[in-house]
């Protein structure tokens, strides 16, 4: 195979290349237009926080909500240090 051959085989793959990428580009482009449903929400974290509004509450606030470990759970805390 001579030169230009191999040069045509390359642009050949480089087209389809290029192809290919453009068809997965339009796809990508066409769902970052779909909506998006937040089905549900769940929230467990420390500070009395029981819901989304009151985690944002605490962010919001700037509130310290961490506390200490709860004793009735059988850890073993010191382990953990």
Known sequence: ?????????????ATADLR?????LRENEQRAGEAIAIVGMACRYPGGVTSPEGLW????DG????????EDRYWDVEGLF
């Open 57 to 60: 509450r605490v962010v919001r």
């Open 1 to 13: 195979m001579d030169n230009e051959e191999k040069l045509l085989q390359y642009l050949k793959r």
């Open 20 to 24: 290919e990428a453009r068809r997965r």
């Open 63 to 70: 509130v310290d909500a961490i506390g200490e470990f709860p």
